[in-house]
Antibody
Framework: EVQLVESGGGLVQPGGSLRLSCAAS????????MHWVRQAPGKGLVWVSR????????NYADSVKGRFTISRDNAKNTLYLQMNSLRAEDTAVYYC????????????WGQGTLVTVSS | DIQMTQSPSTLSASVGDRVTITCRAS??????LAWYQQNPGKAPKLLIY???TLESGVPSRFSGSGSGTEFTLTISSLQPDDFATYYC????????FGQGTKVEIK
């Protein structure tokens, strides 16, 4: 059974940092592109970042470029999102999602982890 | 940038109803259109991709159609688990979601 389990969310002050993790199991993690997608409270889905299968290529939404860094450890079957210089507008549930082809089609999703940026 | 617009934003229906949700793209996206279902407090779930291809395990009461700029998601006979929010998404070289359509109990 495919499982994606996010962790690392919490309350952080504006300007602070957090690192999210996404532990994958039940599929060949190293064969999948991986993404982070976020959802602000009561709002819709917004793509945040993408990483290719070996971690050599990454992409970011303009809203997080320069502040967030996506990475992966295929030996540990884990995806990461390092979030720096956090702003109130980054408050959201952050989901990791898998994508077998690398075309932003999200076939499996984790349950999400809530990040709250507030003083 | 391509914008995706769904209508209606909210839809009230009863169990057994036939329901249709529309998604319009601001420019042609061929068939690069997916639909997701999100139940309250849960992660989204992929229902349909390439505008009309049903994801494995998704009930056949869900169907998708369209190409270019206009797309529809149809639920032929609404079931209790189907009361949820539905999102369309343009994918391929980027990802853009519609704003969502909430299907609520009438």
């Amino acid at each position: 059974e495919v499982q994606l389990v996010e962790s690392g969310g919490g309350l952080v002050q504006p300007g602070g940092s957090l690192r999210l993790s996404c532990a994958a199991s039940g599929f060949t993690f190293s064969s999948y592109w991986m993404h982070w997608v976020r959802q602000a409270p009561g709002k819709g889905l917004v793509w945040v970042s993408r990483i290719n299968t070996d971690g050599s290529s990454t992409n970011y939404a303009d809203s997080v470029k320069g502040r967030f860094t996506i990475s992966r450890d295929n030996a540990k079957n884990t995806l990461y999102l390092q979030m720096n210089s956090l702003r109130a507008e980054d408050t959201a549930v952050y989901y990791c999602a898998s994508d077998i082809v690398g075309v932003f089609l999200f076939d499996y999703w984790g349950q999400g982890t809530l990040v709250t940026v507030s003083s | 940038d391509i914008q995706m617009t769904q209508s209606p934003s909210t839809l009230s229906a009863s169990v057994g109803d036939r329901v249709t949700i529309t998604c319009r793209a601001s420019q042609s996206i061929s068939s690069w259109l997916a639909w997701y279902q999100q139940n309250p407090g849960k992660a989204p779930k992929l229902l349909i991709y390439k505008a009309s291809t049903l994801e494995s395990g998704v009930p056949s009461r869900f169907s998708g159609s369209g190409s270019g700029t206009e797309f529809t998601l149809t639920i032929s006979s609404l079931q209790p688990d189907d009361f949820a929010t539905y999102y369309c998404q343009h994918y391929n070289s980027c990802s853009t979601f519609g704003q969502g359509t909430k299907v609520e109990i009438k």
